[in-house]
DNA sequence: CGCATAGTTCGTCCCTCATCGAAGCATTCT
DNA sequence: AGAATGCTTCGATGAGGGACGAACTATGCG
């Protein structure tokens, strides 16, 4: 009854678990197309085009347009804040469900994140490039390394083309709390994972599966 | 998708008008039963109560049991932190619906807030007892100061009895964004406002009209 | 100029959840 | 004990809003 700022409006917009991801995915701090926000909330471009308008309205994010791509990103520093706090608070309140979580211990290990790697072994082949200083990682940024460029083509991917996407890009990984690696070479890495049969997807399941060979082959070139 | 804390459930328990209320008005500090958070929520009992169910088993209040009062209270500096935080998103994106408000001026300048007196007139008034050391305020606290006493009493209002309920509370005013005077001293004071016909109520509304003259009196008690 | 990709809008279905009145407990006061 | 508060639970009602498929718009590519 009493008049204020209208808090319930914008707690109700993050307050809807589609929207919760994308707010969430969007934390990393590099805008992501409708598309991808899609994916990552886990509803269809049409609903999540909705929810984004929404955000837009309510004044959470913003809009980068470059030629046909739409980033969206979130409105500022004041609401990246915002989510933290009420991240900080759900952690805080339910620990109940974030620890045991073995309601697909395979997703924790490997998992698909729209069209990279994510998960354990993600998480630790990030570590183990940037290491062997393949990988530069400065803050939030990753780059090529000087070696970069030769050791990928080793393995038959080529990093020195210039998409529009960045080649690297680090990404949040929820289940372990540290970043795993985006970007077109993400992506590159894991249509090789595919390519090369080290690993299949789980049928209607973001879980990737390595083969017992294939885990080992994958763990030569990335964990070596 | 990711599995994180679940961020999407807190922020819909505060995401609902009700219920963003009541966790604003527990934001000054102090236990609030369930009936009052009903009227400062305006909605039913029944309603409230549901809502209390729901912020309780979501872990964002506590409850104190005393006697037959049930206090609730926010569950600690954090879940405040989290209001805070979504209060100044609320702020920096919505500026549109704070700031002319005419919907209801005389709501603005003095109206009731569960039993005492709210609005410009009712900080103004806590504002001048301060000033003049009948009230001293410490904080968030407020105690009676040595005057207290006779002053009140020459009104007609016995201060020293000692009822379960505080005598002096500060109580967070949303319209002026400044505190004003609860407890039961200022149940008492808004009940001699009435007593005296200085002012009466709006109908079906929280809204407090003070007659000409009976503000010039009210004046030359409280703000002289 | 078509074709393809990215995105939004529309229409419809359905489910959750807020709301309230009435009745049920529980605690305290007389 | 009986009465009176303060609060919760129950049951029924209703509305808001999230979901998707299909159709539409816009931008870029060959």
Redesign the pocket.
């Known amino acids: 009854m009493r008049e204020g700022p209208d808090i319930a409006r914008i707690a109700?917009?993050v307050?809807?678990?589609?929207?919760a991801n994308m707010l969430n995915a969007l934390m990393g701090g590099t805008g992501l197309?409708?598309?991808?926000l899609?994916l990552e909330?886990?509803?269809?471009?049409?609903?999540?085009?909705?929810?984004?308008?929404?955000l837009?309205e309510g004044g959470l994010l913003t809009?980068a347009?470059?030629?046909?791509?739409?980033?969206?990103g979130l409105a500022g520093p004041q609401v990246a804040g915002m989510i933290e706090a009420i991240t900080g608070v759900a952690e805080a309140v339910g620990p109940k469900r974030v620890r045991p979580g073995p309601r697909d211990g395979a997703m924790r290990v490997a998992r698909v994140c729209y069209d990279h790697l994510a998960g354990e072994q993600a998480v630790a082949m990030l570590d183990r490039l940037v290491e062997k200083d393949i990988l530069l990682r400065d803050d939030r940024e990753i780059r090529l390394g000087p070696s970069a460029s030769s050791h990928f083509a080793a393995i038959g991917i080529d990093v020195d083309a210039k998409p529009?996407r960045p080649v690297c890009r680090a990404c949040l990984d929820w289940s372990v709390r540290r970043s795993h690696l985006a970007g077109t070479l993400g992506a590159a890495i894991l249509d090789k994972i595919l390519l090369e049969k080290w690993a299949r997807r789980e049928k209607d399941s973001r879980a990737v599966i390595f083969s017992p060979p294939g885990k080992q082959a994958f763990e030569k070139v990335f964990l070596s």
């Open positions: 109700s917009l307050g809807d678990p589609a929207r197309t409708a598309s991808e899609a909330a886990g509803v269809s471009l049409p609903t999540a085009s909705s929810h984004l308008s929404k837009m809009l347009s470059q030629g046909r791509h739409r980033y969206y529009r």
